[in-house]
């Protein structure tokens, strides 16, 4: 079975800084693995996704995110926060097509100037 | 891509009473998803819906509390049953991407804020 932890429910930055919410992995197969952001009352947003070949991801606004098979991890990153980043973090994990896709618990994100 | 509308957008209830979500999307799938979210968390997987079978329910959720309807390749419906307030959640439609170029992804619908009183 397929599972996903996100380290840290609630992670705050200044406005500049480097964003790192961690996520890592459990699949008895090569995952598919996603990062989804939340804005406040607003629907799911696909930030970026790994699913073969290159395993450092590029997404929308400017995140991140490298697949380290060895760690089990799937981190996403961003060189400079931005008050527009602030929202809900979500990791997911699927094992194959077809499937539908697992979530972690969500990491908060705060911006502050 | 995948554009998903879902009806109603909000509603409150009453307790013991039932509500019909209705998932629209703009293409044909092959696999459509419903999920739930609780206030503050995150999202759980309640059951997949395949056109023309029956749906596969996740631990923990059951056909009587919630029946789901696949009647084509474009729609489907989630009744939430005898509703306690226990129930209110946001409800959210999902499919998996249609054609090659958004193929792996899901793209989810906006979601059915449901209070129960």
């Known amino acids: 079975a397929q599972s996903v932890t996100q380290l840290g429910s609630h992670v705050s930055v200044s406005e500049g800084a480097l964003v790192l919410l961690r996520c890592n992995y459990s699949?008895?197969?090569?995952?598919?693995l996603f990062w989804y952001v939340q804005y406040p009352n607003q629907g799911l947003q696909l930030l970026l996704k790994?699913?073969?070949?290159?395993?450092l991801v590029k997404g929308i606004n400017g995140f991140e995110a490298e697949f380290k098979k060895s760690e089990t991890s799937f981190h996403l990153t961003k060189p400079s926060a931005h008050m527009s980043d602030a929202a809900e973090y979500f990791c997911?994990?699927?094992?194959?097509?077809?499937?539908?896709?697992?979530f972690g618990k969500g990491t908060t994100l705060s911006v502050s100037s | 891509s995948a554009v998903i509308s879902q009806k109603p957008s909000r509603d409150i209830c009453q307790r013991g009473t039932s509500l019909t979500i209705q998932c629209q999307v703009d293409?044909?799938?092959?696999?459509m998803f419903w999920y739930r979210q609780q206030p503050g968390q995150s999202l759980t997987l309640i059951a997949t819906a395949n056109q023309g079978s029956e749906a596969t329910y996740e631990s923990g959720f059951v056909i009587d509390k919630f029946p789901i309807s696949r009647p084509n390749l474009t729609f489907s419906t989630l009744t939430v049953s005898n509703m306690s307030p226990e129930d209110s959640s946001i409800y959210l439609c999902?499919?998996?991407?249609?054609?090659?170029?958004?193929?792996?992804?899901?793209?989810f619908g906006p979601g059915t804020r449901l209070t129960v009183l």
């Open positions: 699949s008895s197969v090569p995952p598919y």
């Open positions: 790994y699913t073969t070949g290159a395993t």
């Open positions: 293409s044909q799938v092959t696999m």
């Open positions: 999902s499919v998996e991407g249609p054609g090659q170029e958004s193929y792996n992804e899901q793209f």
């Open positions: 997911a994990v699927r094992a194959q097509a077809g499937t539908a896709l697992i």
